[in-house]
């Protein structure tokens, strides 16, 4: 399996705030990783540095995506971030609620096509032709997210799950070869949750896009990821499958609480 | 019990009200001193009228306002409450297309059914319809919000000026050369705010804006300082020059044609990949950059794209009026065009159009109440904004079909 994802001793500090420590962490082709801890522990900071939104005091972030040569890619703003085919979510929703969700997804788009203002203005043969691709493309995706009945609907009009689910879709249209997901089932009831579950096995098996993810939902987490890193106060304290974290006593002194599993 | 209750509470509320506003304008309304005779006199009958009025007024403003509850509420459950009038027969082709031709035979015909003055006043605001597209893209669009907009048309007034005192060009000829400096000023001003946003880059353009206008108020060798630059060129067409009255009617058409052209443009660039992409810069400058769009190239195109029409009615408004000073370009003109944007509809060009109609128009055919003109003109614009914060016209998206 090739590594996709390399993050090599990644520090980032807040003036005297150290958010990470030295932090050490790869994703390899096709997985699902999880990232977990506590409250504060530095996961979505980690995100913002991965993703160019932070730029990262020390460390490296280097990406090989499949078929490509390995690139470093700390210090690149986000949207070139994510030109090299690593998408995100947000932890808290953030899509553009006066748009329609077809309008959110061709968003997506933008980094993969490239027709200018002319090309708006004029509406030449290849900018009709792109700008079918893009529509096409993005109901495409809406129809595996299972959106497609609410195109034209303005998203903040979206019950809560759906918008989670249209922000998937969204980073999905930017071709992704690993999809970084922050929290994607807060906030969700069961059902929900349960739909969650088998979109993202979904999109690994049939898009193979690997996926990193943020979460809280332990049993989202247990039953999705191959691997799960465990961080706290911006360290990793451990690393292994579901199996080995849930019997590492580091890890349920940290995080799961002593008596939980005991 | 209660519904009778409700009355007498509402009646109450009105009475406050009424007691209010006389004791308000008790000083200015009822005491009149008279200085000569040195006497006091007491206009109570005027008293009587204020609480009378607003004893009724302020049932009106209740109705009103519970009217706008109620369609907030049915926005919010998901019924289309909002779209108006309007916007339901533009989107039926057999009212929209007969209104269409309605507009231009009035369009064609008004210079010569109208007096020459009416003329001008029309050409004024198809200038300021033009002005308000192009903030359009800029404030409605991409969310910037530009204090300094009319800075662009500063720069386009002088740039016909100048190059005509100096070299004798003609307008069609500075036209396009005064679009290229604009949108060159507007990427000028695009790169030193492409960090701000919200209420600091208004400040910032703001600043931009008095620069501008100071700058030409002050270097007296280049613009000619605050008395300003006279005896400019009319358009001609070709090489012929129309006579004061033909040259009216020609400049209306020519605003006519600037408009259609306008809009054209707006209306293509935003549904286009570039217009999609300032609409997300506006909604959320993180999410948009991390889904893969250049912050900075977005953000200069649609402020050059801005300022580019601003040049281009600089020009006209220079040739229109034959003398510009820097007294034309103060920073009322840029709220008045910022006003056309916001209370026309943030985004919608038919919402502008309609917003600079109504401000530039309103003004002028008010001269009847005299004195109260510009009074009724605030509260115009202080009601509009009470009762439709979103504007006369709200954008609606572009609505795709799919067969399946």
Known sequence: MNTILEVKDLTMDFGGLRALDHLDLNVVEGEIAAIIGPNGAGKTTFFNCITGIYNPTEGEVLISPPGKKRKKINGLKPNRVTENGMARTFQNIRLFPDMTVLENVMIGRHCRTSSGIVGAILRGRSTNKEEKEIVDFSYNILKKTSLSHLVNELAK?????????????????TEPFLLLLDEPAAGMNPQETRELDELITRIRDEESISILMIEHDMKLVMSLSDRIFVMDYGRKIAQGSPYDIINNPVVIKAYLGEDIYA | MSFRDDKIQEIKKSLLVSIWFMFLTFPIMVIRVNPIEKAVEWRWENMLVVGIGSFLLSFVWRYMLKKKEAGEKRAEIGESGNTFLIQKILEEPRFCIPLLITLTIIAVAFPFIFSMYQTNIMTTALMYVVLGLGLNIVVGLAGLLDLGYVAFYAVGAYCYALLNHHFGLGFWSVLPIGAVLGFIFGILLGFPVLRLRGDYLAIVTLGFGEII?????????????????????????????????????YLYFLMIGLTLFTIFVVNRLQNSRIGRAWIALREDETACQAMGIDKTRTKLTAFALGATWAGMVGVIFAAKTTFINPASFTFLESAMILSIVVLGGMGSILGVIIGALILILLPEYLRVFSDYRMLLFGAIMVIMMVFRPQGIITNIRRRYKFNE
Request: net charge neutral; hydrophobic share 45%.
């Open chain 1, 157 to 173: 009009n979206l019950p809560y799950g759906a918008q989670r689910r249209l922000e998937i879709a969204r980073a999905m249209a």
């Open chain 2, 213 to 249: 206008r100071l700058v030409l108020e002050n270097w007296n060798e280049f613009s000619f300082g605050p008395s300003g630059i006279a005896n400019i060129d009319r358009p001609a067409f070709w090489d012929f020059q129309f006579s004061l009255q033909n040259a009216t009617i």
